[in-house]
């Protein structure tokens, strides 16, 4: 029997082909799920409609989280989300997330839709953060989105793979965002293009999936398709209650690797990515005493329970000195915050809480920096203007950006 890589396994089984689809195939593959957000939704139901398609190919196979501009900062958004609202209703999606629900990525996998094996396409370029649970998840444009909204079907190239290995036991503090941004720094902003990067090893192993989820969002901070971590028990146990459907993990057969690279992190430093590259990685101690204007803990990068605790545990009984902006990536973290009292520990520190949802990530509103100022953010992009026109966005974990609010100037955590 032919061998292969999870890639290959995924787009041979979606593309129908009777033999293993080999790296740089093209290939029509079936779409398993599909998901647009407020924003590219709009764009995507123009395509549809101009390409004159009527109907979607199957309604319950169309996930609708609303997450960037959420709750509506102006009348135009209102109107282009009451647009969409109606449109979806039209089309029967009942897998429609309207604002409070939190950012597109979480959301996702919360409700099931990321299994292992499966071909999943999202409107926007952080979708490989699916692959956390073993899925070939990928972003695509709004033109793509309309097509699959049609047809359920898009042509693919079928990826390499590039293998990175990860060992050792991380230090303190260090975390899968110290070890996503120490692999950018190292590969480059496009040192995977339209590559599978699936990352294996004893470390990957040990990290939790919010961690995965965390390490596979950054793939595409260095050009990857795909960013994978092979299924396990804990896959299996993260997902239990939750699958949408029966599922069948894959895993990659050895020695089928287009390239391997290992990194021993026992000895990793916090990391920081400088503006405005997220390849611009240095160890936070490099750049400690830099003034720091605001702190933003959430997005799709690290808005889950365990950023959340990491930073609680940090602020607990101690006052921030940055303005601090925690936003919860969903509102299953927010109430998990809540009941477990890290909300409280967040707020007495002197932390604003947001609605869950991208909040100033995409520099639209509720939280976007003023001309210069600087923001310690657990975010994923810290390109110009990213989070409003003149700011300067250092990219680092939880853990760095909760020592930073305490102290007001970038900070190593420390116990
Ligand atoms: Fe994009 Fe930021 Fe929203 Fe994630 S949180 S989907 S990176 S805007």
Redesign the pocket.
């Known amino acids: 029997m032919a061998t292969g890589t999870i890639s290959q396994k995924i787009f041979s089984r979606a593309s129908g082909s009777a033999g293993m689809v080999e790296p740089g195939e093209i290939v029509e593959a079936g779409v398993d799920y599909a998901m647009s957000?407020d924003g590219t939704s709009v764009l995507a139901i123009k395509a549809f409609q101009e390409m004159g398609s009527q109907r979607v190919w199957d309604p319950e196979k169309i996930v609708i989280p609303f997450?960037?501009i959420v709750p509506a900062n102006n009348e135009t958004a209102a109107e282009l989300q009451r647009d969409v609202r109606a449109w979806a209703r039209g089309q029967n999606i009942s897998n429609f997330f309207d604002c409070g629900n939190g950012?597109?990525?979480q959301v996702f996998p919360e409700g099931g839709f990321a299994l292992p094996g499966l071909l999943l396409v999202g409107a926007?370029?952080?979708s490989c953060t699916y692959g956390a649970l073993g899925a070939f998840g990928t972003g695509v444009g709004a033109t793509d989105m309309a097509e699959i909204y049609s047809r359920g079907r898009l042509w693919f190239k079928v990826p390499e793979t590039i293998a990175v290995r990860v060992t050792g036991t991380p230090r303190p503090f260090v975390s899968a965002k110290d070890i996503a941004l120490m692999v950018i720094g190292k590969l480059g902003a496009d040192g995977a293009t339209y590559k599978t990067v699936e990352y294996i090893g004893p470390t990957i192993e040990a990290l939790s999936i919010s961690g995965r989820m965390t390490l596979c969002?950054l793939g595409v901070e260095m050009g990857a398709k795909a960013a994978i971590v092979p299924p396990d028990k804990k896959t299996h146990a993260w997902l239990a209650g939750r699958a949408r459907q029966p599922y069948k993990s894959v895993h990659s057969d050895p020695d089928c690797y287009d390239y391997e690279h290992e990194y021993d992190i026992a000895d990793l430093e916090p990391q920081v990515a400088a503006p405005y590259r997220v390849d611009n990685v240095r160890p936070v101690s490099e750049l400690e005493g830099l003034k720091v204007d605001q702190v933003f803990i959430?997005?799709?990068?690290n808005?889950r329970l365990e950023d959340l605790d990491q930073a609680a545990r940090i602020l607990k009984g101690k006052r921030v000195v940055a303005r601090t902006l925690v936003i919860p990536?969903s509102r299953e973290v927010l109430l998990e915050a809540l009941a477990s009292g890290i909300i409280q520990t967040l707020v007495e520190a002197g932390a604003m809480i947001g609605p869950p949802?991208?909040?100033p990530?995409?520099g639209a509103h509720m939280g976007v920096l003023a001309e210069g100022e600087v923001c310690v953010s657990t975010?994923?992009?810290n390109f110009p203007g990213r989070m409003g026109k003149g700011g300067l966005v250092y990219l680092a974990s939880p853990a760095t950006a909760a020592a930073s609010a305490l102290t007001g100037y970038l900070s190593v955590p420390e116990i």
């Open positions: 957000h997450d960037h950012v597109c990525h926007d370029s952080h969002n959430g997005t799709c990068t808005g990536a949802g991208c909040g990530c995409l975010s994923n992009r």
